[in-house]
């Protein structure tokens, strides 16, 4: 059940530089979308979510974008601190609200 | 705290046993989904619940089952239990708008 991709499993910044997490999704149904943020031996916590209707939403150094024709979304985070060193989880919602979640990608931000 | 409440936190176990995961969901929410995390690996969904509903089922083996009750709280049941099934199950909750879910600290189970 692979509907939701993050392609790259690890990403390496310097702090300051923005990072920028990317994903895919493969079901047309999908019409919300999440990001999540999971440190060790926690649960994920939600970060920030955008709607199929919209492409951007921002929310203090986190930015969503959604670009529906390539069902791809992406989050940038700028600038990057030390702090922001996690998995993240990309998660889609249908209307039945079924929510999926990609494999995660660990970023690390280093001083 | 997210509100969503998962017992036990840890749990370790032998081949063959059969144990009971707990959540208690937010106050209000219908949605309960639980997933299960391998190694630290992705988050695989393994069924989703809606007011005491099966809603979804995902890659969820015949060995496990699920199911929500009417004060809205859900069980987890994994039986003859195999090496392999150690993971952190994760409960998340939500409402019906916006779909956020919100997850529970997860069960740690080990399987000896």
């Known amino acids: 059940d692979q509907q939701v991709k993050q392609n790259s499993p690890s990403l390496s910044v310097q702090e300051g530089r923005i990072s920028i997490l990317n994903c895919d999704y493969t079901?047309?149904?999908?019409?919300?979308f999440l990001w999540y943020k999971k440190y060790p031996a926690e649960g994920p916590t939600f970060l920030i979510s955008i709607s199929s209707i919209k492409d951007k939403n921002e929310d203090g150094r986190f930015t969503v974008f959604l670009n529906k024709s390539a069902k791809h979304l992406s989050l940038h985070i700028v600038p990057s601190q030390p702090g922001d060193s996690a998995v993240y989880f990309c998660a889609a919602s249908a209307e039945n609200n079924d929510m999926r979640f990609g494999a995660g990608t660990r970023l690390t931000v280093k001083p | 705290d997210s509100g969503v409440t998962q017992t036990p936190k840890h749990l370790i176990t032998a081949t063959g046993q059969r144990v009971t995961l707990r959540c208690s969901p937010r106050?209000?929410?219908?949605?309960v989904y639980w997933y299960q995390q391998s190694l630290d690996q992705g988050l695989q969904f393994l069924i989703h619940?809606?007011?005491?509903?099966?809603?979804a089922k995902g890659n969820i083996l015949e060995r496990f089952s699920a199911q929500q009750f009417p004060d809205l709280h859900s069980e987890l049941n994994l039986s003859s239990l195999e090496l392999g099934d150690s993971a952190l199950y994760f409960c998340a909750s939500s409402g019906d708008f916006p779909p956020e879910a919100f997850f529970g600290q997860g069960t740690r189970l080990t399987v000896v």
């Open positions: 079901n047309s149904m999908f019409d919300y």
């Open positions: 106050s209000g929410d219908l949605s």
């Open positions: 619940y809606y007011n005491g509903e099966e809603r």
